[in-house]
């Protein structure tokens, strides 16, 4: 009786490495699967939004519902996949394709006006009036050179966010 | 101490010093111009929220440790299976045995008193005490608990309380066997309730139900009422509200530091090598955690007692809590977290989300004034 995660084996191990393209190594996976157990509380082999907004560091994200619709239901290898692009040897280009499926949760590959609307509008709550976030908004991209009615395509996204301070690392307790 | 008092204190309990706990980056100070790069970046909030994914402090508290297998080798392995047939074949039936005859002394001796004697006769809640008390040392040699204590007995003086960490239910057991100590408890169902409202009547008892918004206040009333009455038993409270798994101590509540008297800080930890005393309530029921207590070699453990410690002049109630949980925790040896151990049961105040929106939307709108 106790963790389950001994039932991982090594090519149980191989297999999500490889499924998550060799961004985390063999200890960490081990890890994560340690995790995914203690968050997987009835074993049931994926995470339900429940288990994850009971980390109240999750839950108090302004983005914790966004991400909830991305995470949830994910099985073991879905879940080490999604935290790859946080991992060190992640390149930017796979960090900001992350960023951008955060925007396009319908996933058709555009992120128009309102989308980024909406990720404004969970990030600032109250303290922006919706006048003053459209406001922002137009300007910025007008002095970007982007129409409001143009959508955002992933190759904007790397024009406009691929710079040397873009960090996004999050690193893998290991024992 | 109004209403309105109460409820902004309550805000500040909810809010843990996480710019403490969680990575800095957080909280850019650049000021330059705002850009459309600065605006769509959200890969602060997205580490954030995947760290809290990897790791985070609140689940720790409650993670189970159980001690380390050492059975790993073709010469330990015998011995370790020997070993099981030891606590299972003999120290087990030996300690069922304990019980039943502790049981037994205790009901023949506590019915009779109970029932038969008069309610107002004062030898009566002294019998009565003395049988509780025998019943917890019954308890504790049924899992051959070595508890060592250190520091100066309790007195029975009014105007006092104690609190203490909380591990398992059988903190209860192992203070109560030295002390009658009154109680403040979760009612819980089957045979623990029945124990609850027959026998623990009898040192005090005060209820709450975690579940019910408005209890806190019938608590905080029933607990000073308790206090002032000089012969009622000294109240134990485990101002965490719920079982940590004795690594770290979770955010004192506050209603026991508000009572106007002076409070006893009393710390135990137990020893990890011979078993894991926390009570996994999300694991297993109280009955199988006692059954695996009953199967191990002993439970050892430390109970503190400390200075005893009163509110300081302009000291909050709150500053007060987190004064004495930081002497427990250190005495003890275990870490503090700055959470709420309600979170088990509820999701966190959508102010402490308010408040990174609030950091947010003030830092772009400043850096939009930047020309």
Redesign the interface.
């Known amino acids: 009786m106790?963790s389950t995660y001994s039932m991982l084996t090594q090519y149980d191990i191989e297999e999500v490495q490889e499924y998550c393209n060799n961004l985390f190594s063999q200890q960490e996976i081990v890890s994560?699967y340690e995790?995914f157990c203690?968050?997987d509380?009835n074993s049931k082999g994926f995470i339900s939004s429940d288990e994850?907004?009971?980390?109240?560091?999750?839950?108090?994200?302004?983005?914790?519902h966004r991400?909830l619709k991305m995470?949830d239901g994910l099985n073991f290898k879905d879940f080490v996949a999604f935290?790859s692009a946080?991992s060190s040897k992640a390149n930017i280009r796979q960090?900001i394709e992350?960023?951008f499926k955060?925007?396009d949760l319908d996933g058709n590959g555009k992120v128009t006006f309102s989308d980024?609307l909406e990720?404004?509008r969970d990030?600032?709550?109250?303290?922006?009036s919706e006048e003053?976030r459209e406001e922002?908004?137009s300007h910025?991209?007008k002095?970007?050179g982007?129409a409001k009615t143009s959508s955002l395509l992933l190759d904007d996204?790397i024009k406009?966010?691929d710079?040397p301070c873009?960090?996004?690392?999050?690193?893998?307790?290991v024992d | 101490m109004g209403e309105l008092n109460s409820s902004s204190s309550e805000i500040d309990l909810d809010r843990p010093n996480i710019e403490e706990y969680l990575p800095p980056d957080s909280i850019k100070e650049f000021h330059e111009k705002l850009r459309l790069r600065d605006l769509l970046d959200i890969s602060p909030a997205l580490t954030e929220a995947a760290g809290a994914i990897v790791d985070d402090s609140f689940t720790r508290c409650f993670k189970s440790n159980p001690p380390e297998p050492w059975n790993w080798n073709i010469y330990l392995f015998p011995l370790w299976c020997f070993g099981l047939v030891v606590r299972y074949g003999i120290l087990f039936p030996v300690r069922v045995l304990v019980l039943t005859i502790g049981w037994i002394v205790f009901l023949s001796s506590f019915i009779p008193v109970h029932f038969l004697m008069n309610g107002k006769d004062e030898r009566k809640k002294k019998i009565e005490r003395y049988l509780v008390e025998l019943m917890c040392s019954f308890f504790v040699a049924s899992w051959t608990g070595v508890v060592k204590y250190h520091g100066p007995r309790p007195s029975m003086r009014p105007k006092q309380v104690f609190v203490a960490n909380h591990t398992s239910m059988i903190d209860f057991i192992i203070l109560e066997q030295m002390t009658p100590f009154a109680v403040i408890m979760q009612k819980h169902p089957g045979w623990v309730g029945l124990l609850q409202s027959t026998i623990l009547e009898s040192v005090g008892c005060i209820w709450f139900n975690r579940s019910e918004a408005k209890d806190r206040e019938i608590v905080a009333k029933k607990l000073r009422d308790h206090i002032q009455e000089v012969d009622n038993n000294p109240l134990l409270i485990f101002p965490e509200g719920t079982c940590v798994n004795n690594h770290y101590t979770v955010m004192f509540k506050k209603g026991a530091f508000e009572l106007g008297c002076t409070v006893c800080p009393i710390a135990i930890k137990y020893n990890r090598i011979f078993v894991d005393a926390f009570w996994n309530s999300r694991k297993q029921s109280f009955t199988m955690h006692l059954l695996c207590l009953m199967t191990s070699w002993a439970v050892v453990c430390d109970v503190w007692y400390l200075e005893p410690q009163n509110l300081r002049p302009g000291e909050t109630a709150i500053e007060f809590a987190e004064r004495v949980r930081d002497i427990i925790s250190v005495r003890a040896g275990i870490r503090k977290v700055p959470w709420d151990g309600y979170l088990k049961y509820s999701r966190p105040s959508p102010k402490l989300t308010e408040r990174k929106q609030q950091i947010f939307a003030e830092s772009v709108l400043r850096r939009l004034e930047e020309k």
Do not use: C
Not at chain 1, 52 to 64: D, G, H, R, T, Y
Not at chain 1, 123 to 128: D, I
Not at chain 1, 166 to 173: A, G, K, Q, S
């Open positions: 106790g994560l995790r203690q968050l509380r994850i907004l009971s980390v109240p560091e999750f839950a108090m994200n302004p983005l914790s991400l995470v935290l946080f960090k992350l960023i955060v925007y980024v990720v404004l990030l600032t709550g109250s303290f922006m003053q922002v908004l910025l991209l002095e970007a982007y996204f406009i966010l710079y873009l960090r996004m690392e999050v690193e893998i307790p």
